[in-house]
């Protein structure tokens, strides 16, 4: 059965009460980071500012159109290594197909938009950037393709030979890719196959061009929707949508015991041991916090976030307790931030966790502590301008 989900790569690492902790305990200072999110209600970009003592947000700047045309519906989002391009990828733009829409974040975190939009392929789910944020990648999920595209600040320029199928080579099934993730060296891109329930591996040349792997296609569950690594680069993780669970496995990306030759890295994948790990009903996104510690995984049926503390030596998950977290109705994308609040009983730093819930038309904020890991919610979800949050990212 086919599946139309979102799935953000990895990032970078209304006003709310204050931080339930901020006590004797606790140190801060005052700094504000950025967080975006798309709207479908009126296809709009709306930026808010992050005040990273406390996790409160505060509107920043006015909402920028995400498409031109009628019906053009944002559906994933991402950020360039140089913090300040950002590219929206957009439903229906002309046609079947989708495009991309680019915008510059502003030195005060207000989003200036480019003029005119990127063609790409239709029904573009997920997206991501290489780490030298040279080229974009993405799931062309009804083509069954992957466009890729050089970059040069928020002019997007579509390679030679691009898109490239996702499509096993002598084999007609369509693959419906759901999302893209680019190994820390740059040199691999893995694509979660929604209708075939595998993970594939594209080795990426200098100009950007995609050639299939000899390793892979990799079996995981039902209708893979989202693709995360864990910070270390050392293992990567698949959320199943329609199996409940996230299937984990050790990268050869760079020297590590994990390859068959640990001294010739050649972006092959090996099963971690225990995996797949149970999560909740739906699971549709993937994010660590920005230690490497834990890992989190956004339950869209079943209106939760499944939390895990992450062995960053095997790559197994272990929940936390309590194993879950809340969130509004139907949660579709989610983003942390690192805080500046330091936690004098435990050496951990605060950090934040945005959920956008689609159905709730809000924003949930939890807090936690970067040596605890478990979520605890900051006040009332903020209700989002326009309603039906597609996607947020945060810088």
């Known amino acids: 059965m086919k599946s139309r989900v979102s799935a953000i790569s990895f990032l ?48 920043d700047g006015p909402g920028v159109q995400t498409g031109t045309g009628t019906g053009s519906s944002p559906l994933a989002m991402t950020i360039a290594s140089n913090a300040t391009t950002l590219v929206v990828a957009n439903g229906t ?26 063609a790409t392929g239709a029904n573009p789910v997920g997206l991501t950037f290489n780490p030298a944020g040279t080229f974009l990648f993405v799931a062309n999920q009804d083509d069954s393709t992957v466009s890729v595209y050089s970059v040069s600040g928020t002019t997007l320029t579509e390679i ?34 929604n209708l075939t329930g595998t993970v594939s591996i594209f080795n990426i040349a200098s100009s950007g061009a995609l050639t299939q792997s000899t390793f892979g296609p990799y079996v995981v569950g039902t209708n893979p929707s989202a693709l995360g690594f864990a910070p270390n680069g ?23 015991t994990t390859c068959s030759n640990p001294n010739s890295p050649d972006g092959s994948l090996s099963p971690v ?17 920005t230690t490497g510690n834990f890992l989190f995984v956004l339950d869209k049926n079943s209106n939760q976030v499944s939390q895990f503390r992450l062995s960053t030596g095997t790559g197994s998950l272990t929940a936390l307790t309590p194993a879950t977290a809340s969130t509004g109705t139907t949660p579709v994308s989610f983003a942390v931030r690192s805080g500046t ?26 807090s936690f502590d970067s040596t605890l890991g478990a979520l605890t919610v900051l006040g009332m979800p903020v209700s989002t301008i326009s309603g039906n949050p597609s996607a947020v990212v945060a810088r």
């Open 93 to 118: 733009c002309s046609g079947t197909k989708g495009c991309l829409t680019t915008y510059t974040i502003n030195g005060d975190g207000s989003l200036t938009a480019t003029t005119g939009t990127t």
């Open 234 to 256: 050392g293992f990567i993780y698949v959320a199943n949508f329609h199996d409940n669970n996230v299937s984990a496995f050790g990268v050869c990306d760079q020297v590590t």
């Open 273 to 289: 041991s225990g995996s797949p790990f149970s999560a909740g009903i739906g699971p549709t996104a993937i994010t660590s916090d």
């Open 12 to 59: 970078m690492a209304a006003t709310l009460c204050c931080l339930s902790c901020s006590n004797n305990n606790t140190t801060a200072t005052t700094s504000v980071g950025n967080l975006f999110v798309t709207t479908a209600g009126n296809t709009s970009a709306q930026a808010y500012g992050i005040t990273l003592s406390s996790g409160a947000l505060s509107t």
């Open 341 to 366: 609040t330091t936690i004098a009983t435990t050496g951990g730093t605060v950090e934040y966790l945005y959920v956008a819930n689609n159905g709730g038309t809000s924003v949930s904020i939890y």
């Open 160 to 193: 030679s030979g691009s898109p490239f199928s996702t499509i096993t080579t002598g084999v007609t099934t369509p693959t419906l890719p759901s999302a893209v993730a680019v190994s820390g060296s740059g040199k691999y891109l893995y694509v979660a196959n």
